[in-house]
């Protein structure tokens, strides 16, 4: 399958004025339907199913076509949108609408220009999806693992700026990018042992890190680099670096730490590297069985400049030691074949300038790595793994991937939704219930493991910055004590109504509905009779479910792109999440009308 440019001679060459307008449409639709679901907009009805939106001067005026369905979900027809002003018909415009709209959503002066960049950068990603070749959703899931990675064409499904990566030029987006599809190679730099922080999972060493994730050829050439410049190799840790980051930021922002040879430039390495839907995550294609390896890159993307924090990589392994050793101990997270994709080693390198200079700066966090395990050996004959994002890809033809592992499976649709939900969503509401623990388990985050088009079970990753334990009386080893967050108790349940119900079974039950597989009402029941199977099975947690109601009548509407909206460099303070949620109103839960009858 060809995931490269239109062209090698032109990188612009997606640029066109036919891909401009169908992707200008497509996030123009998004933006109505996710900013009316947010409440930012409130859409006038003006006839059965017709709908207007107006801009801030009330000179612009948006008409579409729209099915509201649960949770406040805004089904737009993308190919019904008009837009007016004074009467006559305009162009959809993604950036326009931005600045029409500016002071309804609250876009101030010093954060728009940066927003509209995202907002542009986020036009062209989606303009080199579309020149693609097209794929079908069966060619995509043939195509395998990474296949599936580099092919999705949504990115966030509630985020509007979800591809900024402000930063990236666009022949860096053409190698970088996850939809390119573009092996790579990562720099490695040597890091003196008197700055660097490693840390490991119990029984691991770096030694036995470094033989297994690099050939002793690569070792040597390695060592001999070091050795060239007088240096003793002994005294300095290998570290794994984005080229990006190589390229634009540390020989100049670190140049002192490579003049005075606490940092020694090796090279690339010798294994290809695909990038993955986080940007920052690589996938070893020479030897699938190495781990992933997460850098440091000093890019805007969806919120955050995506550094790591070395101080933050410290505890990383021994987070992921307690978070499988918890599920290894629970009978009920053993059955479900529940599993994290630890990671089990990490590297940071402490610049003792940009130290001094602050307590919290991205300059210091542009030198750290993670490694993670690889889903492929976790794999069982006749079994595939394939990002939960892809559940909500839609391809160019119109069909949604999950109708096509719907029919490969045999199953009824409601059969297999119910099969997904007891290996995805069962072990998340018991971490929750019995632990207090909670994680980010939106589609990136989660690696179906399929069999027959079946998901079987489910492998959580990116644990050491996304775990939290909402549970006071939950125990933690006091080298962890940092994933631990205060939240409200009438906000607990939120965890998995925004993350779970709102940012992905919403979108999933949408594509169902809409593609005739399975009625909204009937998906709604059969998350219902999970939820309720589970409590039938977790009697001595009965009073936490009650505290606690998944089946409760109505629940706060948590708002994402209110949170991007309000602070494009940093959406969320890591430390204390929940003090930046940003509430509107209440919604209904589906799931209440389908409740079980309780003592």
């Known amino acids: 399958m060809n995931s490269g440019r239109t062209s090698t001679h032109e990188p612009a060459s997606h640029l066109t004025p036919e891909h401009w307008r169908v992707v200008n449409r497509r996030l123009v639709r998004k933006a109505l339907a996710e900013l009316s679901h947010e409440r930012l907009l409130t859409p006038t009805p ?137 092996p790579l190679r990562l720099v490695w730099l040597a890091a003196h042992r008197d700055r660097v922080g490693f840390s490991a999972s119990a029984g691991l060493d770096y030694d036995e890190l470094v033989r297994s994730e690099l050939d002793e050829s690569t070792r040597e050439r390695f ?151 690889s889903p492929v050996p976790k794999l069982r004959d006749g079994q595939r793994a394939a990002t939960m994002a892809s559940l909500l890809h839609v391809d160019e033809f119109g069909e949604p991937l999950v109708g096509t592992l719907i029919s490969r499976s045999g199953l009824a649709p409601a059969d297999w939704l119910r099969r997904y939900l007891d290996a995805y969503l069962r072990p998340l509401l018991h971490c929750f219930y019995a632990y207090g623990v909670v994680f980010m388990p939106h589609g990136e985050n989660i690696i179906l493991v399929l069999e027959d088009g079946v998901p079987k079970r489910v492998l959580l990753k990116d644990i050491g910055e996304e775990v939290a334990v909402i549970e006071p009386e939950t125990e933690l080893p006091a080298e962890i004590e940092r994933i631990r967050s205060e939240v409200p108790e009438n906000l607990r349940a939120l965890s998995l109504f925004t993350d779970i119900f709102d940012c992905f079974f919403r979108f999933l039950c949408s594509i169902t509905h809409e593609h005739g597989l399975l009625d909204e009402r009937d998906f709604w029941r059969t998350v219902a009779e999970c939820v309720a199977d589970y409590e039938a099975d977790a009697p001595e947690l009965r009073d936490r479910f009650r505290e606690y109601d998944l089946f409760a009548e109505r629940y706060e509407l948590s708002c994402l792109n209110r949170l991007q909206l309000g602070n494009n460099q940093q959406m969320v303070n890591l430390q204390d999440p929940a003090s930046a949620l940003k509430i509107a109103g209440m919604l209904d839960n589906p799931i209440a009308p389908h409740a079980p009858a309780r003592d």
Not at 137 to 150: C, N, R
Not at 240 to 251: A, E, I, R, T, Y
Not at 268 to 274: I, R, W
Not at 310 to 333: C, F, H, K, Q
């Open 46 to 182: 003006v006839g059965a199913g017709r709908y207007v939106v107006s801009s801030d001067d009330g000179r612009v005026r948006y008409h579409f076509e729209a099915r509201i369905g649960s949770l406040l979900h805004w089904s737009i027809d993308a190919d019904s949108i008009t837009r007016h002003r004074d009467g006559a018909e305009l162009p959809l415009d993604a950036m326009e609408l931005f600045l029409e709209l500016r002071e309804t959503l609250g876009l101030h002066d010093g954060l728009l220009p940066v927003y509209l960049e995202e907002i542009s950068s986020t036009l062209e990603s989606d303009a080199f999806k579309l020149a693609k070749p097209r794929v079908s959703s069966g060619e995509l899931l043939d195509a395998g693992f990474q296949a599936i990675e580099s092919g999705m064409t949504e990115g966030h499904p509630c985020f509007l700026a979800n591809s900024g990566r402000i930063g990236f030029d666009i022949t860096e987006s053409a190698k970088y990018a996850p939809e390119a599809g573009a």
């Open 223 to 373: 060592e001999k680099r070091i050795s060239e410049f007088g240096l003793d190799p002994a005294d300095y840790l290998f570290v794994p670096v984005h080229p990006w980051q190589w390229d634009n930021k540390l020989p100049v922002t670190f140049a002192a730490e490579f003049a005075n040879r606490n940092l020694v430039h090796l090279g690339s390495g010798d294994d290809d590297y695909l990038p993955q839907q986080s940007i920052r995550t690589f996938f070893n294609s020479s030897s699938p069985e190495r781990h992933y390896v997460k850098t440091a890159i000093s890019v805007l993307n969806m919120g955050f400049l995506r550094g790591l924090s070395p101080e933050y990589m410290r505890a990383t392994p021994a987070i992921n030691d307690w978070v499988s050793e918890l599920i290894s101990g629970d009978e009920l997270l053993r059955e479900s074949g529940f599993d994290i994709l630890r990671e089990l080693a990490a590297v940071g390198y402490h610049n003792e300038y940009y130290t001094a200079a602050a307590k919290d700066s991205p300059y210091r966090k542009m030198l750290a790595a993670l490694w993670r395990e």
